[in-house]
């Protein structure tokens, strides 16, 4: 059964940094894609970054890259998000997603990419 369950929201100022994670189960992440979302209050659901575990390549939104960076605790089954530099525009439920890599083509911030999720976690920039 896989099971994903982030942590790691907090309340930080601009410019501060945090850790999200995404610990895994129920399947090995070599196969799978794993992709990080968020949703802000009245918006719909962003795809921010996502990593194939099984060609080994990152994606990231424009707005993200360069303060957010995906990693991976083989030992633990976790993902991470580090994220640095927060703004207050990067206020929102953070979310950790999977999809198995089949090898098709696929649009990798597309929350209907992905089949399973986990519950959110809160991240609040602010002073």
């Known amino acids: 059964q896989v099971q994903l369950v982030e942590s790691g929201g907090d309340l930080v100022q601009p410019g501060g940094s945090l850790r999200l994670s995404c610990a895994t189960s129920g399947f090995s992440l070599d196969y799978y894609v794993i992709g990080w979302f968020r949703q802000a209050p009245g918006k719909g659901r962003e795809g921010i970054s996502a990593?194939?575990?099984?060609?080994?390549?990152?994606y990231y939104l424009d707005s993200v890259k360069g303060r957010f960076t995906m990693s991976r605790d083989d030992a633990k089954n976790t993902v991470f998000l580090e994220m640095n530099n927060l703004k207050p525009d990067d206020t929102a439920i953070y979310y950790c997603?999977?999809?198995?890599?089949?090898?098709?083509?696929?649009?990798?911030?597309?929350?209907?990419?992905?089949?399973?999720w986990g519950q959110g976690t809160q991240v609040t920039v602010s002073s």
């Open positions: 997603a999977v999809r198995r890599d089949n090898g098709a083509p696929y649009l990798w911030g597309m929350a209907e990419e992905y089949n399973d």
């Open positions: 990593t194939n575990y099984r060609n080994g390549r990152s």
